[in-house]
Nanobody, 122 residues
């Protein structure tokens, strides 16, 4: 069983930055695919960024060039650095993990965090 705990959300003005963190209960990063998803009110949960077990990264088009996903294996922590935030980035952000890329990619990972709220005002 893997437990994921997000932190770092908050309220910022457009153009601002936030860094989200996701602490895992055990070492997952050598064997798990990790990702960030977000869900705005009334909308589906969407994939934002994924980091493969070998460090390869992938982003949804709307955040490319603004968000960076990374991980610190020694600290069992996943990060999402968000810059130039826009009001449309407002959502609950979730950390996720799975041993297979497919389940993570389609939004059905075995493990989810509880979420952290990001609110961007114009």
């Amino acid at each position: 069983q893997v437990q994921l705990v997000e932190s770092g959300g908050g309220s910022v003005q457009a153009g601002g930055s936030l860094r989200l963190s996701c602490a895992a209960s055990k070492s997952t990063y050598n064997n798990y695919y990790m990702g960030w998803f977000r869900q705005a009110p009334g909308k589906e949960r969407d994939r934002v960024a994924v980091i493969y077990s070998d460090g390869t990264t992938s982003y949804t088009d709307s955040v490319k060039g603004r968000f960076t996903i990374s991980k610190d294996n020694a600290k069992n922590t996943l990060y999402l650095q968000m810059t130039n935030l826009k009001p449309e980035d407002t959502a609950m952000y979730y950390c996720a993990a799975d041993p297979t890329l497919r389940r993570l990619w389609i939004g059905r990972p075995n493990y989810w965090g509880q979420g952290t709220q990001v609110t961007v005002s114009s």
